[in-house]
């Protein structure tokens, strides 16, 4: 055996920003797990949201983008937050079959209070709201929506509540994000953003088999249940829930080698991965289009010096288009 260490790509790992789909044939098992490096580093970097900020719209991307590459038709898959914490409205956007956008917005004075009361924990920031998923597949067609409340949980759990309530599937969700302090090649300090995602679904061929345990039904329950998980998907869900956030994200964990730590004992299998890519869809003549309907009086508010600039929210590159234009566009 060679003493000399390999790297990741010696092995054809996926690497970073690439979803791998994975089936565990013993346990009934089908999922997917992604690490997110570069792509996530440069959406976070392009607005320099706060550190609690990034660190949730990190994990909504991961989700995003676990849930948006399962789509076996062209069309648009949107995670949406929507609460009355400090971090208001939280948005990413999977477009198929490779394009991922995000944004954040929140409220700079709510969130210093929050951060010096020690308040930074995903329910606090995010409050009372919704989490909403949007299927859109485009013209002739009506978009799919799912809604499920902030309830206090982690996003995690939130969204295996969306799973359990809309799809009636067995489902586990991981998520993780953290910021690497490192050195570039030339020894100068570095940060960066990584965030790790996994969703595993149980899938078995009889499905009489994929009942949920009971929920407790509050006061007056004695706890007895009257439907059982299935052992498979007991024992598949408890090797999930032993992963450790730091996995999730570990550069030199990967992806295959989590999915082998996990599973090895039951033989899990990989599928070809799905890169995906920081890349926005807006264009000038998206934009233009939207100018188009303002009255006259909404362009003239709009206008500083003859001028009316469009910053898009996602990228933040700003459009600009001289009053004429617009104008003439709008009659």
């Known amino acids: 055996m060679s003493d000399t260490a390999s790297a990741l790509g010696d092995f054809d790992f996926a690497g970073d920003d690439h979803v791998v789909p994975f089936q565990v044939e013993g346990l009934d098992v089908r ?10 580093d440069a959406i976070l970097e392009r607005h320099e ?8 719209l990190a994990e909504v991307i991961a989700l995003t983008v676990l849930l948006g590459t399962s789509l076996k038709f062209e069309g648009k898959f949107t995670v949406q937050t929507k609460g009355d914490g400090p971090v208001d409205l939280l948005v990413a956007d999977f477009s198929t079959p490779e394009d991922v956008r995000a944004y954040a917005r929140f409220d700079q004075a709510l969130l210093d209070k929050a951060v010096a009361a020690g308040e930074t924990e995903p329910e606090q920031l995010l409050g009372k709201g919704v989490l909403a998923f949007t299927i ?5 067609t009506q978009p799919y929506q799912g809604i ?8 995690e759990d939130i969204a295996g509540t969306y799973f359990r309530q809309s799809e009636q599937i067995p489902t586990r969700v991981r998520l993780a994000a953290a910021e690497l302090f490192d050195r570039d090649e030339a020894g ?4 960066r953003w990584r965030a790790g995602g996994l969703v595993a679904q149980f899938l078995p061929e009889a499905p009489e088999r994929m009942r949920h345990a009971d ?9 007895a249940q009257t439907h059982r998980e299935d052992d498979a998907w007991t024992e598949a869900r408890s090797l999930v829930d032993t992963i450790d956030a730091d996995e ?3 550069p030199h964990v990967g992806t295959e080698r989590l999915l082998y730590r996990l599973f090895h004992e039951r033989g899990v299998r990989v599928f070809g991965a799905r890169e995906v890519f920081d890349r926005c869809s807006c264009s000038r003549d998206k934009i233009k289009n939207v100018l188009k309907g303002f009255s006259a009086d909404e362009i003239d508010a709009s206008q500083e010096n003859g001028e009316i600039a469009v910053t898009c929210e996602f990228c933040s590159k700003t459009y600009r288009f001289e009053v ?3 104008a003439t566009a709008a009659e």
Request: glycine content about 16%; cysteine-free; aromatic content about 4%.
């Open 215 to 223: 929920l407790h039904g509050g006061d007056g329950d004695d706890g």
């Open 136 to 140: 859109d597949q485009g013209k002739f």
């Open 148 to 155: 499920v409340p902030l309830n206090g949980t982690s996003l």
């Open 324 to 326: 004429e234009e617009v």
């Open 49 to 56: 949201y706060p550190a609690p900020v990034a660190r949730l």
């Open 248 to 250: 999730l994200t570990d």
């Open 31 to 40: 999922g997917r797990a992604v690490q997110l490096g570069p792509m996530l």
């Open 188 to 191: 100068m300090p570095r940060h």
